[in-house]
């Protein structure tokens, strides 16, 4: 992989994976994981262990290293087993942000009475995400019971008037 090969050369902050074909919401994010200098690897990947710590990303034989890898639930089975999510398309900016085009907040787990945090990410049409006038939510959690909607409340409750919603589940 050609694209592999010039990340390696080059100091990248974090590492980001896909498995699924991208959508144009995932080009649109990839877009700007080139502007930020970081790196984006699709495709067939599995994550590249040292000391029992991932620290990079190996495809087609070759092993891209970094500091901070992101990646879909899946490729770490043995640490989230199901993963509820939620993705909002709204009118307006998330309220209480000072109108930010985008917003990124974590929910302690203890705070929530969870076993696990809650994260909420709002991007916008300024991010070229979205059409004109429109924001893009997601709020995602490890689900810790049958009815992972239900656990995404008090994230879905920081966003306001929500135009439509989707939910996935996924193990």
Not at 74 to 85: C, D, I, Q
Not at 132 to 158: H, R, Y
Request: with cysteine; net charge neutral.
């Amino acid at each position: 992989m050609a694209a592999l090969s010039i990340i390696k050369e080059r100091c990248t902050k974090f590492l980001l994976l896909t498995w699924k074909p991208l959508s144009l919401l995932s080009w649109a994010f990839l877009r700007n994981v080139v502007l930020a200098s970081s790196s984006f690897i699709g495709g067939q990947s599995n994550l590249h262990y040292e000391e029992g710590k991932v620290c990079g990303v190996t495809s087609e034989g070759e092993t891209a290293k970094c500091k901070k890898v992101v990646c879909d639930p899946s490729y770490l089975p043995n640490k989230v087993r199901k993963v509820g999510r939620a993705i909002c398309i709204m009118s307006h900016p998330i309220p209480n942000t000072n109108d930010s085009h985008s917003v990124q907040v974590i929910l302690p787990q203890k705070q929530l009475g969870r076993k696990s945090d809650m994260y909420l990410f709002c991007c916008s049409y300024s991010h070229n995400v979205a059409p004109k006038g429109k924001f893009i939510s997601f709020v995602s959690t490890e689900a810790e019971s049958d009815q992972p909607e239900v656990e995404l409340k008090p994230g879905l409750d920081l966003l306001g008037p929500v135009d439509e919603i989707f939910y996935d589940v996924f193990d």
